[in-house]
T-cell receptor
Framework: GQNIDQPTEMTATEGAIVQINCTYQTSGFNGLFWYQQHAGEAPTFLSYNVLDGLEEKGRFSSFLSRSKGYSYLLLKELQMKDSASYLCAVMDYGQNFVFGPGTRLSVLP | DSGVTQTPKHLITATGQRVTLRCSPRSGDLSVYWYQQSLDQGLQFLIQYYNGEERAKGNILERFSAQQFPDLHSELNLSSLELGDSALYFC??????????????FGPGTRLTVL
């Protein structure tokens, strides 16, 4: 079956670093995506990993280990506007997108 | 603004009814995806169309159907509506690169309320 796990909620302080983990078991693997979704809004693309390793994009980085079925999203220099849900999604061999339940991040002053 | 448009923004209807949600993808994007997001189930992939043809199917109920037209806009038809169909329905579009890095751009969503 298809399964993606993420922590439900996380809290961090403004200016800090937070790591959001994602583990997955899917029918094949064609890439892993991270999306940010503010409450009541549409998801917006953050990052894409298909090979093992770290992808860095400004304050956001994403890591992938295909052998472990594991990814994380690293957010540095947290800002209040980073308070949102972060969705991990995997594209399987059938070109289906499987989304995780999302991690709700609260950034406190 | 992602460039993806969805209409209507809000829809209120009764059980047993049928509704149509409309999506226009970004200019140049050939693929359209439909998602359902409810409070207790997160974002659920429903179906993908590429250049008019169905490409992938997720957890889409038989009461639901979709199509993509020659001008690439797409419609999601929901029939025999039930209370549990109340949700936010998102459309997303992408270019579909051969590299697989298929970044999706989401529309603002249609909030469906079934009473």
């Amino acid at each position: 079956g298809q399964n993606i796990d993420q922590p439900t909620e996380m809290t961090a302080t403004e200016g800090a670093i937070v790591q959001i983990n994602c583990t997955y078991q899917t029918s094949g693997f064609n890439g892993l995506f991270w999306y940010q979704q503010h409450a009541g809004e549409a998801p917006t693309f953050l990052s894409y990993n298909v090979l093992d390793g770290l992808e860095e994009k400004g304050r956001f980085s994403s890591f992938l280990s295909r052998s472990k079925g594991y990814s994380y999203l690293l957010l540095k220099e947290l800002q209040m506007k980073d308070s949102a849900s972060y969705l991990c999604a995997v594209m399987d061999y059938g070109q289906n997108f499987v989304f995780g339940p999302g991690t709700r991040l609260s950034v406190l002053p | 603004d992602s460039g993806v448009t969805q209409t209507p923004k809000h829809l209120i209807t009764a059980t047993g009814q049928r509704v149509t949600l409309r999506c226009s993808p970004r200019s140049g994007d050939l693929s359209v995806y439909w998602y359902q997001q409810s409070l207790d189930q997160g974002l659920q992939f429903l179906i993908q169309y590429y250049n008019g043809e169905e490409r992938a199917k997720g957890n889409i109920l038989e009461r639901f159907s979709a199509q993509q037209f020659p001008d690439l806009h797409s419609e999601l038809n929901l029939s025999s509506l039930e209370l549990g169909d109340s949700a936010l329905y998102f459309c997303a579009s992408s270019v579909v690169r051969t590299s697989g890095r298929d970044e999706q751009f989401f529309g603002p969503g249609t909030r469906l309320t079934v009473l």
